[in-house]
């Protein structure tokens, strides 16, 4: 990710009003961090906020930890590059799969009491399989981090004149800072703060570029003229032939709506996480419920400003024009000072809840599912949140090293996409199984996900050399993840017949249909339907279905 116009061409007209806001923002940042560490006294506490936040809370945070750097900038790019059909992520590839682990999934993790996904699987499977999640979703949260910080960088460089070096150095530093202080705590009550932040950027950017372009249908207009043509304002058409991304309609259903996006949303520490801090079971239900119905309009304040800036600027996506350029380019363009100001506060928001989002689910599973599980177990509580702190700051500094690898993408969105076929969606082929199929063994579980895992590596390494045409890098990484959860699915049976199960008594909780007696936690007000994880969540798929009445 490169911005090519950066220096005067892309330098924004900052003054002393819009210094000022970012500064407050810093301010209330690790004012929140100072405040959260006088609660830390236990590993509850440091990694899960002591189980006691609202829905609300957790739901906000839930949706903000994804509305990272990569969520802005990459569904802007995508929305200049493909046009509607990147709803796709939002409506099929994101709201059901959130529904699902609502309904579904959060009983198991929240009432086994497990602090980590790589936990349930030592529950549900072995040490080794634990071993291995864990170092790969180490491996994939370092590597995520690192485009967040990256991508900051630079567009702090471009649009601030701050040096490369400096701007990585004060964006690591005040994640690493409130994240040290008061751990999960200080990250979620943040990424509430953020999640506003965001949107007061997003939304009067989005107003302002499409009074620019003539509102609505002045937009589809222009986009009928551009590289994109009718196409771009359509999001079913033509999915069984030519098509902006290149996608066939089975590879949008089955790669990105199954496998990618219920892989990512139900197996991702980083969310999870934020369920898990939920006060009740209730509550960690209705966390990614609740975060749904703002992911439904996200869309709104990314793909339309990715839209508005490729009819905005000639040549968007050619030559030395990237597609990561449109947000940047509109606020240069677009906002006066003040708006500016709230706007570049809005990018710095996103940037630091993602890499928050990852850095805290790093440190969580580095220190009870590496150190704690398998280097020096059975120390007291201090003794794991000093390895929590220190684990922050090398996760810090691992981001800061992995960040270049980001530099050989004009998308940054196909990179994540990249990235999650091969960490997410063998794993949800695990997790499956797991939850469903009592008789899958111990040692299934590990082959598996090793398996799979290896499978989708296969698959991007032959796309990338040219052996294998996917025709995008996008459509490449919906059957990478499509491959990689048929091969999970099939190594997983075999070994199976091959290997014992673990008895009955060892899955219950763990396996759907193999209860175990849990005190009810359930709290006043639980039982009203405003409350009901199954309304609230059926109500979510009726509005994503609705919003494509509007595009089809």
């Known amino acids: 990710m490169t911005f090519t116009g950066s220096g005067a061409a892309m330098r924004l007209d900052v003054n002393l009003l819009d210094y000022a806001l970012i500064a407050i923002y810093f301010v209330v940042v690790l004012g929140i961090g100072f405040a959260a560490r006088r609660a830390i006294t236990t590993q509850d506490d440091f990694f899960l906020a002591g189980r006691g936040l ?69 529950r549900r499977f072995n040490p080794s399989t634990q071993l291995l999640n864990a170092i790969m979703f180490a491996v994939a949260q370092i590597l995520i981090a690192g485009v967040n910080l990256y991508a900051l960088a630079l567009v702090m460089e471009a649009l601030l004149g701050w040096p490369l070096p400096a701007s990585v150095l004060v964006s690591a530093l005040i994640v690493l800072s409130y994240i040290t202080l008061g751990g999960l705590s200080s990250a979620i009550y943040n990424e509430v703060l953020q999640f506003f932040v965001i949107l007061a950027g997003l939304i009067p950017l989005t107003v302002l570029g499409l009074m620019r372009v003539g509102g609505i249908d002045g937009l ?12 771009g304002l359509h999001t079913w ?105 709230i706007a570049v506060t809005g990018l710095l928001a996103s940037f630091m809840a993602g890499m928050a989002a990852n850095i805290s689910g790093f440190n969580t599973v580095f220190t009870n599912d590496l150190w704690a599980a398998h280097v020096v177990k059975d120390r007291d509580d201090a003794y794991y949140v000093r390895v929590g702190r220190i684990a922050t700051v090398v996760g810090v500094a691992l981001g800061v090293g992995t960040a270049f690898i980001a530099a050989g993408y004009s998308n940054i969105m196909e990179y994540l996409q990249a990235l999650f076929s091969i960490f ?28 799979g895992t290896l499978v989708a590596i296969a698959s991007y390494v032959l796309y990338k050399s040219g052996t294998i045409d996917f025709g995008t890098e996008l459509n490449a ?21 091959f290997t014992a199960p673990k008895p009955v008594d060892e899955l219950r909780g763990l396996v759907y249909g193999l209860t175990v007696d849990v005190e009810d936690d359930a709290l006043k007000g639980d039982e009203r339907w405003y409350r009901n994880p199954l309304v609230l969540g059926i109500g979510a798929l009726v509005l994503s279905l609705a919003m494509y009445g509007v595009i089809l």
């Open 54 to 122: 609202p829905a609300w809370v957790t739901g906000l945070a839930f949706v903000s930890a994804n509305l990272g750097a990569i969520e802005i900038l990459g569904m802007a790019a995508n929305g200049a590059q493909y046009g509607a059909m990147t709803v796709h992520y939002y409506w099929v590839g994101a709201v059901p799969a959130m529904v699902f682990l609502g309904i579904v999934m959060m009983p198991f993790y929240y009432r086994s009491r497990v602090r980590s996904v790589p936990e349930f699987l030592r």
């Open 477 to 497: 990484s919906f059957w990478g993840a499509g491959l990689a959860f048929a091969s999970d699915i099939l190594i997983s049976v075999i070994v199976t017949f």
């Open 220 to 231: 589809a207009d222009r986009v009928r003229q551009s590289t994109l043509g009718e196409a």
């Open 424 to 451: 997410n969606a063998p794993l949800f082929a695990t997790f499956l199984l797991a939850l469903f199929w009592k008789r899958m063994t111990a040692w299934a579980g590990f082959w598996g996900l090793l398996g």
């Open 237 to 341: 058409a033509d999915t069984a032939g030519d098509n902006p991304m290149q996608a066939h309609w089975i590879g949008i259903v089955f790669g990105l709506g199954f496998v990618l996006s219920f892989g990512y949303w139900t197996t991702n520490f980083a969310e999870v996480q934020r369920a898990l801090s939920a006060r009740n079971t209730n509550a960690a239900r209705l966390t990614p419920i609740v975060a749904a119905y703002p992911k439904i309009f996200i869309p709104l304040v990314t793909v339309i400003p990715g839209l508005v800036a490729l009819v905005m600027f000639d040549g968007l996506g050619q030559g030395d024009s990237e597609y990561n350029d449109a947000i940047p380019m509109l606020m240069r363009d677009l906002l006066p000072n003040g708006l500016l100001g």
